[in-house]
């Protein structure tokens, strides 16, 4: 994907406040922190369009990222915050869930995963969710830049193996820092998006 233009269009809580149209969007999902952001920011090839660092389970919104007026990415806040209380988490299920339930244009959804720890219970419990669905996904390695190459793999095993990742599922080490896995993720997303055409 050529990058010819990038921003922020909306911020959404409630279904009527989505994009209207019919874009097919790619969604990015993760615990709060493990740098959704900075892989959009990376994709779009753009410094500042997704807010990086913002304060942890501050931010319960939706944001829609077009790119070149063809499609969208979908920032969705991040779970697992541990501060967050009851409620929020609520919250944070109840938006998420009201999106990806209910999301026609849904073509792909990118799972984040820290490379450096193991999968949380909830990184688990969206593995579980993803896999009870028709909706395609991939899984990226992220911050990879903090592993010597060697131990990123290993790693990547690990994670592919505690989640039982099914065997054709996109696996992408990935480094906002390094913009290592840019390309890879792409020719992933505009597989989805073809074949949704
Ligand atoms: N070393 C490293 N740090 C990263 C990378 N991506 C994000 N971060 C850092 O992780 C923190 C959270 O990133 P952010 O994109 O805001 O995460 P989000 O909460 O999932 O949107 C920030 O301090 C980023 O600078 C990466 O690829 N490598
Ligand atoms: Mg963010």
Same mark, same amino acid.
């Given at each position: 994907m050529i990058i010819k233009k990038a921003e922020h269009e909306i911020t959404a809580v409630r279904r009527d406040q989505y994009p209207e149209g019919n874009r097919p969007e790619i969604a990015f999902v993760g615990r709060s922190n493990v740098g959704k952001s900075s892989m959009i920011n990376a994709l779009c090839n753009r410094k500042g369009i997704a807010r990086v660092g913002q304060t942890p389970g501050k931010t319960r919104v939706l944001n829609f990222y077009t790119v070149n007026d063809e499609i969208y990415l979908v920032d969705l806040p991040g779970y697992g915050y541990a501060k967050a209380g009851l409620e929020q988490?609520? !919250?944070?299920?109840?938006?998420?869930?009201?999106?990806?339930? !209910?999301?026609?244009?849904?073509?792909? !959804?990118?799972?984040? !995963?820290?490379?450096r720890h193991a999968p949380s219970v909830e990184d688990a419990k969206m593995m579980d969710w993803l896999k009870e669905r028709d909706i395609p996904y991939a899984v990226c390695g992220v911050k990879c830049d903090k592993l010597s190459n060697n131990k990123a793999i290993l790693s990547a095993r690990k994670i592919v193996s505690m989640l039982e990742v099914e065997p054709d599922t996109p696996f992408i080490l990935f480094s906002a820092t390094k913009k290592q896995g840019i390309e890879e993720l792409w020719e992933v997303i505009d597989f989805y998006i073809s074949d949704s055409e």
């Open positions: 988490k609520k !919250i944070w299920n109840r938006f998420t869930d009201n999106y990806l339930n !209910i999301r026609e244009q849904l073509v792909l !959804i990118v799972l984040l !995963i820290d490379i």
